[in-house]
């Protein structure tokens, strides 16, 4: 069974409150991310159809501060679909709602898994890739899950060669002290 990725896309949109606000004034970025997690959580279970839960969550850039009083913006589409699992694409805007002037401010990539009641890992229908640019985020995907692969094997204690990496440690701010 196949989906059209349009049919599980999502937008919502709210006001940044003075209680969503860190120390300096500015929306905690833990606030972004929950609203993140549950919009990748409402795209993953209305395209499998089943309870998701997040996996992983693959790199969170937070580029631009948001305001008290703008309105941020998250979408969500499923990029890729594996046999249990699909990669959330998301984008994070903010706009002044005063000036108009609309910001980016994040985007990042949440791996979903689709759970049955049981609890058990279920089968997710794969995607529709009708445009480039849904096979460039399929495509991009995959790459990303090859790089994760080997990040996580490369750096494995069993593996790791130090020798390999000592000169590379000392050009930083460090002192290597073994």
């Known amino acids: 069974m196949f989906k059209n990725i349009e049919d599980s896309q999502i937008t919502i949109t709210e006001l940044m409150l003075p209680s969503h606000s860190n120390f300096s004034g500015k929306i905690h970025g833990g606030y972004i991310l929950n609203l993140m997690d549950q919009i990748a959580f409402a795209c993953a279970s209305k395209h499998s159809g089943h309870y998701c839960v997040t996996a992983s969550v693959n790199r969170v850039d937070f580029l631009n501060p948001i305001d008290v009083g703008e ?22 805007e903010s706009e002044n709602i005063q000036t108009g002037k609309k910001k980016h401010c994040n985007s990042s990539y949440f791996t979903m898994v689709a ?15 009708n445009t480039v640019d849904s096979v460039r985020r399929f495509a991009r995907s995959i790459e990303r899950q090859e790089q994760s692969r080997t990040r996580t094997t490369k750096y494995n204690a069993s593996q790791f060669n130090i020798e390999n990496y000592l000169d590379v440690v000392k050009q930083h701010n460090v002192m290597i002290d073994l």
Do not use: H, W, Y
Request: no cysteine; hydrophobic share 45%.
């Open 115 to 129: 759970k049955d009641e049981q609890g058990k890992n279920v089968k997710v229908p794969g995607i529709i890739l």
């Open 71 to 92: 309105l941020v913006t998250l979408k969500a589409s499923v990029n890729f679909t594996g046999n249990t699992s699909m990669v959330v694409g998301l984008r994070v």
